[in-house]
């Protein structure tokens, strides 16, 4: 049994100041921001999507590790059963926003990887 991962979901910098970060991401890299959510007051969730992919910022956790990688899976629920059934630990419980659930793992050398089920648009 397998998670099914379908792609990429996103791969994600933490950054301290949404608004520096977002005069470097938007003016000198020129990305349009797409998805952008305040998780709370003054916290910022901000996608940008690249040739395919997705580039998050978010200041939800400025001491994150400097970039992590993010798996979309067909199925949440299937993906978590079979992190289960193999023993590995979850680095983080599932977790629910607004537009997906997720919840983390580790690989044998400590690196998080999230595992990520975006919700269907209404």
């Known amino acids: 049994m397998g998670l099914h991962v379908t792609r990429v979901a996103f791969v994600h910098h933490p950054v301290t100041d949404v608004a520096r970060a977002r005069g470097f991401y938007e003016g000198l890299l020129a990305l349009v921001p797409g998805l952008q959510l305040e998780l709370s007051p003054g916290t910022w969730w ?13 200041n939800l956790r400025p001491t994150a590790p400097a970039a992590s990688l993010t798996l979309e899976v067909a199925s949440l629920d ?22 997906c ?3 983390g793992i580790r690989d044998p050398d400590g690196n998080q990887i999230g595992l990520h089920q975006r919700k269907a648009l209404p």
């Open 101 to 103: 659930r997720m919840a």
């Open 78 to 99: 299937d993906a978590l059963a079979a992190v289960r059934a193999a023993g590995v630990a979850l680095a983080f419980e599932p977790v629910e926003f607004a537009p």
């Open 46 to 58: 901000i996608e940008y999507e690249i040739a395919g992919q997705t580039l998050a910022i978010s």
